[in-house]
């Protein structure tokens, strides 16, 4: 059904409620449900027990009604519920990836950054609803405590609404809903499972796709990474995916996520598989007008963080050390009050001067600022690495992932973003906490907290621009 008031959303409606939505005037009164004649004629009548049992043959328009009208699972009241529409357009922002790549340490550190920096690109962000105030500010507690969020359970949604509005227009409210979808369940885009039905749901709602690509899971950079201790880099990537994949692992056995099994997937065939998908269920012509995300998680690791220069071996190089620094030099990435550290881990981002000026364009320039650094991937190899071989792994990443989303959805709606929800590994190279003060965190095997606040590191930005783009705060760049 194609209507602004549909969101993407499965709903359980008790029985007893069922009597108070079919006859609600203001259901009623909306006239582009697509509701036969037959089904309005019927809830205008006098309704009583022996009704439901006629009312059964409209049993699909029933279903559809209440799709539409309800976002969130009843509390046991109809306006609790949400069974009453709005005349609004909804944006709904879909975070998307492959288990334990992050996306629920993404939606708290970014959503909670963005709401409670809004005011600084000059608007106000709104919860909408009971159920999203405790939401935020659950994510907000979370947050400030430096809680790493445990995976989300196959089935499960992460789901928060927003309103937006600018600062000089606070009625002309913009409506997001933001969605975070368990990895597990993406997982079945290319496990041979029928995609569930739910996701396909959304995926034909989202006018914003996120897509978390983590070049730590990705099996073709794996493959190359050189497996002595002494490069410090690839060991803290080939550590960072051990421990994620064994977390995941020892929750599977546990049955506390429903995993499929550790967090190897190939990422290029995810994405691709996945884009495939979305455009079987909303064609091409609207693929073309829908935003695209590319989330680089854990970019932190690519990044010099603790290490001094003359610790790194010979020909070693950390290839998004030039992203972070033009961060710093745009005034994006600052020194936190939050955590002692030197260096890079040190360093959270904030919404510049330029950001609050001309929040699109600024965006579109860290978006390419990534698009050029991304693809040095293969300069970080080591000496004695053929010149082909570092080729291979940049053309990977600069025609395997840059181009060919370009492609599919026009360069002008893609952004790429390297992020780091936490902004630091919060273990260290042995897989001690690196914060041991910290008694939940030194107790802990899978260290479920930071010890502080994070040094969130581009999170809020992701969150940014969707809500740029349909406010249309600033320029975009070159316009």
């Known amino acids: 059904m194609d209507t602004p008031y549909h969101l993407p959303?499965?709903?359980?409606?008790?029985?007893?409620?069922?009597?108070?939505?079919?006859?609600?005037?203001?259901?009623?009164?909306?006239?582009?449900?697509?509701?036969?004649?037959?089904?309005?004629?019927?809830?205008t009548q006098k309704a009583s027990d022996e009704d439901l049992e006629r009312d059964a043959k409209w049993f699909d328009e029933i279903k559809k009604v209440v799709h539409f009208t309800c976002a969130h699972k009843p509390t046991g009241s109809a306006q609790a519920c949400g069974w009453y529409p709005k005349e609004k357009d909804t944006h709904p922002i879909v975070l998307l990836g492959s288990p334990g790549v992050g996306k629920s340490s993404l939606m708290m550190a970014g959503l909670s950054t963005f709401y409670n920096a809004a005011t600084s690109i000059g608007c106000i962000?709104?919860?909408?609803?009971?159920?999203?105030?405790d939401s935020l500010q659950e994510l907000n507690e979370k947050n400030r405590?430096?809680?790493?969020?445990?995976?989300?359970?196959?089935?499960?949604?992460?789901?928060i609404e927003f309103a937006v509005a600018p600062l000089d227009r606070p009625f002309e409210q913009v409506h997001f809903v933001f969605l975070d979808v368990a990895g597990e369940d993406v997982r079945t885009i290319v496990s041979g499972e029928a995609p569930n039905p739910d996701l396909r749901r959304i995926l034909r709602n989202a006018r914003t796709i996120v897509f978390l690509f983590d070049f730590t899971v990705e099996p073709s950079i794996r493959e190359v990474l050189p497996?002595?201790?002494?490069?410090?880099?690839?060991?803290?990537?080939?550590?960072?995916?051990?421990?994620?994949?064994?977390?995941?692992?020892?929750?599977?056995?546990?049955?506390?996520?429903?995993?499929?099994?550790?967090?190897?997937?190939?990422?290029?065939?995810?994405?691709?598989?996945?884009?495939?998908?979305?455009?079987?269920?909303?064609?091409?012509?609207?693929?073309?007008?829908?935003?695209?995300?590319?989330?680089?998680?854990?970019a932190d690791l690519f990044a010099t963080s603790y290490l001094n220069a003359n610790m790194l071996e010979d020909g070693e190089q950390y290839f998004l050390d030039e992203f972070f620094k033009r961060m710093e030099d745009m005034q994006i990435l600052v020194p936190s009050p939050h955590a002692p550290d030197e260096g890079l881990p040190g360093k959270y981002s904030v919404f510049s001067t330029q950001v609050m000026q001309n929040a699109l364009g600024e965006c579109a320039n860290i978006s390419n600022i990534a698009r050029e650094c991304l693809p040095k991937i293969g300069s970080a190899l080591p000496n004695g690495t053929s010149e082909a071989s570092r080729m291979a792994l940049s053309d990977r990443v600069s025609k395997g992932l840059i181009q060919y989303v370009e492609n599919c959805f026009g360069k002008q709606n893609c952004f790429f973003l390297p992020v780091s929800p936490t902004g630091e590994d919060p273990r260290d190279a042995g897989g001690t906490p690196r914060h041991a003060d910290n008694r939940k965190m030194a107790g802990s095997p899978t260290a479920r907290s930071l010890g502080h606040r994070p040094n969130q590191k581009l999170a809020e930005y992701v969150f940014l621009i969707p809500v740029a783009r349909a406010l249309g705060l600033g320029q975009p760049e070159g316009s």
């Open 9 to 43: 959303e499965r709903t359980y409606v008790p029985i007893e409620l069922l009597t108070a939505l079919i006859n609600s005037r203001t259901l009623l009164s909306t006239t582009n449900l697509g509701l036969s004649q037959g089904f309005v004629s019927s809830l």
């Open 145 to 159: 405590a430096g809680s790493i969020e445990p995976p989300t359970r196959r089935g499960a949604k992460n789901r």
């Open 227 to 298: 497996d002595k201790d002494e490069y410090h880099l690839w060991r803290q990537v080939r550590e960072s995916f051990k421990r994620t994949d064994d977390e995941r692992k020892d929750a599977d056995k546990k049955g506390a996520s429903k995993a499929a099994g550790g967090i190897s997937l190939d990422q290029f065939v995810l994405m691709t598989e996945l884009i495939h998908l979305l455009r079987g269920e909303i064609g091409e012509e609207k693929l073309n007008e829908t935003t695209f995300i590319c989330v680089v998680p854990k």
């Open 125 to 133: 962000a709104r919860p909408e609803g009971v159920l999203a105030r």
